[in-house]
C-alpha cells in the first residue's frame, strides 16, 4: 500500500495522463478529421496536463526528501532538473505550452498544437519502465502506441458531441467512419506495441501471472480488450446505422462512447499505479 506521497504521485500522474493524453489527441483529431469547436475542450485538458506535470515533478522532490518541504525545495528540485526527471519535465512544459499557443493562432495554429502534443507525449520516453531498458525499439514503440491512444482518446468526446444532435448525425457518422478507417491501421499498431512492450518488460509469463507488476498489466489489458470490443460495436454496428440514417443508432454510439470513457479512466487508473507503485520484475 502506498504512503500518502505515493498516493499523491499516483494521483498526480493519472491526472497528467488524463490532460496530456487528451489534449493531444483532441489536437490531433481535430487536425485528421477537420472538426470544430475543439480548442476550448483542448485547452482545458492541457492546463490539467500542465498542472498535473508540475505537482508530479514536486512530488519527487517530497519523496526524496521525505517530507512536504522538498516539494519547494531549491538544492532538491534542482538536483531533479539535472536528472531524466527534468528533460521530461522540460518536454512536457515545452509540449504543452506550444499545444496551448498554437490553440490561439487559427487553422495553421492546429498544426503547431499538434506538434507540441507529440513533443509532449515523446517525454515519456525518457523517464519510467521503459527508457531504464535504453532500448531504442521499445522507446519508438511506447511513442507509436501512445500516439495510437492519444488519437483513440481525443476522438471520443467531439464525436459524442456530434452524436447528441440530430443536425450534425451526419457529420457524426462522417467522423466516426473516417476514424474506423485510420483506426484500421492505428490499433493494430497500439496492440502490436503493447504487446510487444508489455512481453520485454514483463521478461517471461511467471513473472506476469506471479508479480504485481503483471497482474496489473493483465488488468489493463483485459481493461483494453473490453475497449476494443466497445470501437469494434461503434465502427461495425452503430455508425453503419447512423450512415443508413438510423436516428436510434445515434444514441447507441453515444451511450457507447461514455463506456468508453470509463474504460479508459480505469486503464490510465491502472498505468498511473503500474508506472508509480509497482517495479518491473526481475
Known amino acids: 500500500m502506498p504512503d500518502a506521497f505515493g498516493l499523491a504521485a499516483i494521483i498526480a500522474k493519472f491526472a497528467l495522463y488524463l490532460g496530456l493524453m487528451t489534449a493531444a489527441g483532441t489536437v490531433m483529431a481535430t487536425c485528421m478529421f477537420r472538426l470544430d469547436r475543439t480548442r476550448g475542450l483542448a485547452a482545458a485538458f492541457a492546463v490539467v496536463g500542465l498542472m498535473a ?7 519527487r522532490g517530497a519523496n526524496l526528501t521525505g517530507n512536504v518541504s522538498g516539494m519547494t525545495d531549491p538544492e532538491m528540485l ?19 505550452g506550444l499545444l496551448i499557443a498554437g490553440l490561439f493562432m487559427g487553422r495553421l495554429g492546429m498544426w503547431i498544437s499538434m506538434l507540441g502534443g507529440i513533443i509532449a507525449i515523446w517525454s515519456f520516453d525518457h523517464i519510467g ?8 525499439l521499445l522507446e519508438i514503440a511506447l511513442t507509436l502506441h501512445l500516439l495510437a491512444v492519444a488519437l483513440w482518446i481525443g476522438v471520443l468526446t467531439p464525436l459524442k458531441r456530434l452524436a447528441s444532435s440530430p443536425a450534425t448525425y451526419t457529420s457524426a ?3 466516426g467512419h473516417r476514424f474506423g478507417v485510420v483506426a484500421m491501421v492505428t490499433v493494430p499498431a497500439l496492440i502490436i506495441a503493447g504487446g510487444y512492450m508489455g512481453y520485454e518488460l514483463a521478461g517471461s509469463l511467471e513473472a506476469l501471472v506471479g508479480t504485481g507488476y503483471g497482474q496489473a498489466l493483465i488488468i489493463k489489458m483485459l481493461l483494453v480488450g473490453l475497449l476494443l470490443g466497445l470501437a469494434a460495436a461503434n465502427k461495425l454496428r452503430f455508425i453503419p446505422a447512423l450512415r443508413a440514417g ?17 474504460v479508459i479512466l480505469a486503464v490510465l487508473g ?13
Not at 438510423?246 to 444514441?251: K, N, S
Open 246 to 262: 438510423d436516428p436510434a443508432a445515434a444514441g447507441h454510439l453515444s451511450k457507447s462512447i461514455s463506456v468508453e470513457w470509463l
Open 173 to 175: 457518422a462522417d467522423v
Open 53 to 59: 506535470t508540475i505537482l508530479a515533478f514536486s512530488l
Open 78 to 96: 534542482g538536483l531533479l532538473w539535472t536528472t531524466p526527471v527534468g528533460t521530461a519535465l522540460l518536454l512536457r512544459l515545452v509540449g504543452l
Open 129 to 136: 519502465h521503459v527508457s531504464s531498458r535504453d532500448t531504442t
Open 270 to 282: 491502472t498505468t498511473a499505479v503500474l508506472t508509480t507503485n509497482l517495479t518491473l520484475p526481475t
